[in-house]
C-alpha cells in the first residue's frame, strides 16, 4: 500500500488515481492517515458488488408468498388511480 501527503495529493491527483489502481493509496495529514483511496473495483469488490437499492428492495425469494390478514379476509390490490 502507498502513501501519499496530503499536500502531494492535492499537488498531483491524477498520480494517486494511477496508483490506486494498482493498490489502496493511504493519504496523510500531519504524519496520521486520514483517507484512503481505491479503485471503482477494488470498492465494489469490498462492499459486495453493484447492488442498487431496488435490487436489494426486490425479494424475489418471496414473491409468491401469501401475506395473512388479521381478519382472515384476503388482502386486496390498492387502486392508487
Do not use: C, W
Amino acid at each position: 500500500m502507498q502513501t501519499v501527503t496530503s499536500r502531494a495529493f492535492n499537488q498531483d491527483p491524477t498520480a494517486a488515481k494511477r496508483a490506486a489502481v494498482l493498490s489502496p493509496v493511504q493519504i496523510t495529514e500531519r504524519g496520521k492517515v486520514s483517507h484512503v483511496l481505491l479503485s471503482i473495483d477494488k470498492y465494489q469488490e469490498l462492499i459486495g458488488g453493484t447492488k442498487n437499492i431496488i435490487d436489494m428492495l426486490a425479494m424475489p425469494e418471496v414473491a409468491d408468498y401469501e401475506f395473512p390478514s388479521m381478519d382472515g379476509k384476503p388482502f386486496k390490490a390498492v387502486d392508487f388511480d
